[in-house]
């Protein structure tokens, strides 16, 4: 018996949670008003009825009452007939109607009181029912205002289902961006690292290392070459007898010969050297010789 008494209350409980998570005031306020105006229509039914029924009395008794006078004449007729039996059968008859016309009073005042309390608790249900339609819109307007206010309040706070969903899709949308550029980075390090092959170009670190040194060579190459066709003339230079063989005795380097062609020649030029019409050509001899031993 315990069981079911508990049980009996939790599933009450239930329904009054659920009802009231339904339950929208405003609603409630309005069929509250419903019933009332149908309340007042039901007591104006009501005086309708007895102010209907006191009127029929009213056309009884006029009725009565016409009956009454014309039995008063008839009866002042048998006694100007000398009549005197039909005189007071017509009076007894009258005096019947004069009862039922007091019986009639009687009802028509009761009828008249309850009409009067009719129309007084129509009055007052008629106020009453216009007090509550305005505090009917005044409650319904605070709710609608408090609720707006609540939603506004929850979605600037992010709280409100719309805007949790809103934001859990942006943190995914986000975790998926930081994943993604995660794995880019990692994937451009184990490319980088040589640990993955790269499908697109060669995949020995060596020859990759060697193509990215001729490349960088290329390149400085294509930038001294720009350097040197950018820079501006040299000045003509006076040249000094024995000047022509003035490196017969210096260095045969390449580096050297550039500068000297690309520098004008101040002051005077060094002692010519007796073998300094042969250096060159023995240094190409020797260089074609090295040649040959390499071929041999």
Do not use: C, W
Not at 51 to 68: D, N, P, V
Not at 174 to 203: C, F, H, P, T, Y
């Amino acid at each position: 018996m315990g069981v079911m008494k508990r049980l009996t209350s939790i599933v009450q409980a239930k329904a009054n949670k659920a009802l009231d998570r339904a339950e929208d005031p405003r609603e409630t306020l309005d069929l509250s008003y419903e019933k009332q105006l149908e309340q007042l229509q039901q007591v104006r039914r009501g005086v309708a009825d007895v102010a209907t029924a006191r009127k029929r009395l009213e056309l009884q008794a006029q009725q009565l009452q016409a009956s009454a006078s014309k039995l008063q004449d008839q009866a002042r007729q048998a006694i100007a007939q000398n009549r005197e039996d039909l005189a007071k059968e017509a009076l007894t008859r009258r005096s019947s109607i004069a009862t039922q016309l007091d019986q009639l009073k009687v009802q028509h005042d009761q009828l008249v009181q309850q009409e009067d309390k009719l129309v007084a608790t129509t009055q007052q249900l008629q106020a009453r029912v216009e007090s509550f339609r305005t505090q009917k819109e005044t409650l319904k307007a605070s709710y609608t205002a408090a609720q707006a206010q609540t939603k506004i309040g929850e979605a600037v706070s992010g709280i409100s289902e719309s805007m949790s969903d809103t934001g859990m899709a942006m943190q995914r949308a986000q975790d998926k961006i930081a994943n993604m550029q995660a794995r880019a980075g990692a994937v451009d390090e184990l490319l980088a690292s040589g640990a993955l092959n790269d499908l697109s170009g060669s995949s020995d670190p060596l020859q990759a290392e060697l193509d990215k040194t001729s490349q960088q060579s290329q390149v400085d190459l294509e930038l001294a070459q720009l350097k040197s066709e950018l820079a501006p003339p040299a000045p003509a230079a006076a040249i000094a007898p024995g000047a022509a063989g003035a490196a017969p005795g210096a260095s045969s380097d390449a580096s050297e010969e550039s500068e000297a062609d690309a520098e004008p020649v101040e002051g005077v030029a060094e002692p010519a050297s007796p073998a300094g019409d042969g250096a060159a050509p023995a240094a190409a001899g020797d260089l074609f010789s090295l040649g040959d031993k390499g071929q041999s």
